[in-house]
């Protein structure tokens, strides 16, 4: 990832502007589970082993989807993910954790869950306009 990052500096201009979304590193983890009551409503989100990260493989098999596959992806903790920005050269111009709004889930009432906790995390990159040493350091 750290590549990736480093290569889409090297192209983007003094004062260019990059954004990509992440799975978020607080709701997305190894052991993730949905504890439900007894009519099957999701309660709260049982979590754990934060700190393992890492290649892994994202298994995108949602009910909506006509077919379903998996691609490979690397979780990273919040500290892993702001070292590989800021080593790249990037200065990080804002963090976004977006939700539904109230009315998006009364229209889709299956995204109930992401207005309780983000499950994305948004970097608002930017390449300062004069690099120095000390700015990629």
């Given at each position: 990832?750290?590549?990736?990052?480093?290569?889409a500096?090297?192209?983007?201009?003094?004062?260019?502007?990059?954004?990509f979304?992440?799975?978020?590193?607080?709701?997305?983890?190894?052991?993730?589970?949905w504890?439900?009551?007894?009519?099957?409503?999701?309660?709260?989100?049982?979590?754990?082993?934060?700190?393992?990260?890492?290649?892994?493989?994202?298994?995108?098999?949602?009910?909506?989807?006509v077919?379903?596959?998996?691609?490979?992806?690397?979780?990273?903790?919040?500290?892993?993910?702001?070292?590989?920005?800021?080593?790249?050269?990037?200065?990080?111009?804002?963090?976004?954790?977006?939700?539904?709004?109230?009315?998006?889930?009364?229209?889709?009432?299956?995204?109930?869950?992401?207005?309780?906790?983000?499950?994305?995390?948004v970097?608002?990159?930017?390449?300062?306009?004069?690099?120095?040493?000390?700015?990629?350091?």
């Amino acid at each position: 990832m750290g590549g990736a990052l480093r290569g889409a500096f090297a192209v983007l201009r003094p004062g260019g502007r990059m954004v990509f979304s992440v799975p978020h590193p607080a709701t997305d983890m190894p052991f993730r589970e949905w504890a439900r009551d007894e009519a099957g409503r999701k309660r709260h989100l049982k979590l754990d082993r934060y700190f393992e990260t890492g290649q892994d493989l994202c298994h995108w098999n949602m009910s909506r989807l006509v077919y379903h596959w998996s691609t490979p992806c690397w979780r990273h903790t919040l500290s892993e993910w702001t070292t590989l920005v800021t080593a790249a050269g990037f200065v990080i111009g804002g963090l976004c954790e977006p939700r539904p709004t109230p009315d998006q889930v009364a229209a889709n009432p299956h995204l109930d869950d992401c207005r309780r906790m983000p499950f994305f995390l948004v970097f608002d990159l930017w390449k300062p306009s004069k690099v120095t040493a000390a700015s990629r350091a």
